[in-house]
T-cell receptor, first 113, second 114 residues
Framework: GESVGLHLPTLSVQEGDNSIINCAYS??????FIWYKQESGKGPQFIID?????DKRQGQRVTVLLNKTVKHLSLQIAATQPGDSAVYFC????????????FGKGTSLLVTP | DTAVSQTPKYLVTQMGNDKSIKCEQN?????MYWYKQDSKKFLKIMFS???????INETVPNRFSPKSPDKAHLNLHINSLELGDSAVYFC?????????????FGQGTRLTVV
């Protein structure tokens, strides 16, 4: 069935290092992917998105890579900061859903000083 | 200036009760959504509403019903609450179609059924 999954449930990195969070998806018809950050007690916050006609998109300190051949998505965070500690979700659009999203399970990122 | 606001933030109620969660967005978006986040942080779409029309309804019990009085509001009504309904419920909104935008989420409503 359609699903989005994350390879690692938790990731611990040192402040200043780069972080990479990976995500696999199974629906080859998905044309839109998005990363959200969720801090404790808050709603998901948009980080960056990418459409299926692209393989890379960069934002401020973040880069999303899309590999459609192996149905893999990754989020790279440069110079990780303590404020980056949160749960990160990848999501794909659900076909014929008005852009409702199918979320992966989430990766908890812990940044240590 | 809150873009998507939900009330209440916390809701504790007894089994069998009927409750509502309100959601408002001031972004002028044409589509609103309700998501449920369980204890394992898994987020799942429940409903989406576009121009007062239900677009998607996942395998959600009919005890749950969305009500949209206008484009800026999508309230969630839950009848005969059960213990398993305990979760965090998130409202979201976005533009769809040609002027698509990412979904903006509210701060969530933590529902506890006792």
């Amino acid at each position: 069935g359609e699903s989005v999954g994350l390879h690692l449930p938790t990731l611990s990195v040192q402040e200043g290092d780069n972080s990479i969070i990976n995500c696999a998806y199974s629906n080859s018809a998905s044309d839109y992917f998005i990363w959200y950050k969720q801090e404790s007690g808050k709603g998901p916050q948009f980080i960056i998105d990418i459409r299926s006609n692209m393989d890379k998109r960069q934002g401020q300190r973040v880069t999303v890579l899309l590999n459609k051949t192996v149905k893999h998505l990754s989020l790279q965070i440069a110079a990780t900061q303590p404020g980056d500690s949160a749960v990160y979700f990848c999501a794909e659009n659900i076909s014929n859903s008005g852009y409702a999203l199918n979320f992966g399970k989430g990766t908890s990122l812990l940044v240590t000083p | 200036d809150t873009a998507v606001s939900q009330t209440p933030k916390y809701l504790v109620t007894q089994m069998g009760n009927d409750k509502s969660i309100k959601c408002e967005q001031n972004l002028g978006h044409d589509t609103m959504y309700w998501y449920k986040q369980d204890s394992k942080k898994f987020l799942k779409i429940m409903f989406s509403y576009n121009n007062k029309e239900l677009i998607i309804n996942e395998t959600v019990p009919n005890r749950f019903s969305p009500k949209s009085p206008d484009k800026a509001h999508l309230n969630l009504h839950i009848n005969s609450l059960e213990l398993g309904d305990s979760a965090v419920y998130f409202c979201a909104s976005s533009h769809t179609g040609i002027s698509y935008t990412e979904a903006f989420f509210g701060q969530g409503t933590r529902l506890t059924v006792v």
